[in-house]
């Protein structure tokens, strides 16, 4: 059994062109299902979820899309889908990528060969991928001190910031001899951000004096 599947996300967007499209790619008598949804958040799809529990059960096999991305925008989901058909002989066809098709056409034993090779290179693709995007956040982060951890737009991460007030009390009870607790108590501050104050105070005095030696 043939199965088109199509995907459109907002009320805006018809699924006739996509049908058109893959009708090129139907051979046999085939069945139409549509659906409403997102496949890059994580929510769920009752239509295409009922498509994996056929194709596990040696219903389908043959899924037509008209892009890949109809099926997941995340790549990695999107490997182990094709791992998921592989294992039950269904084979995926798309308008969009065209490839598939010569590679659904090698003949045996050099289709799996090929195949493997084919979620290799998508599995690096997405290591990449994933790769890029991380140093991409890394970059767009900056520290400044006394305040919390700020995307390159400002935005706000992690745990709230603390006063420079807050940080000038903190300096000022430890000068007078008080313990973490006690400074806790009387700042309002928690002792694990009391002692990241305190050590940084202590290497920028440091490096104050190393300055002023320096000079004389």
Known sequence: ???M???????EQHPENQIEDCKTLIKDDYEILKEQQSAFKDKDRPIFESIRLRISKGEITDLIVWDLDRVYRKRRKLIE????CKIYNCKIHSFRQQWLEKL???PEPFNEIMHSLM????GWLAEEESNKKSERVK????????????SYKGNKWGRKSISKNKIKL???LSNKGLNYRKIAQESGVSIGTI?????RSKKVNENLLIKKEDNE
């Open 139 to 150: 970059l767009a982060v900056r520290k400044e001190f006394g305040e919390p951890t700020k």
């Open 81 to 84: 889908f094709f791992e998921f």
């Open 195 to 199: 002692s990241e104050i305190l050590n």
């Open 119 to 122: 979620l290799q290179i998508m």
């Open 104 to 106: 659904n056409q090698i």
């Open 1 to 3: 059994m043939e199965i």
């Open 170 to 172: 903190v300096i000022e």
């Open 5 to 11: 599947y199509i995907r459109t996300s907002t009320e």
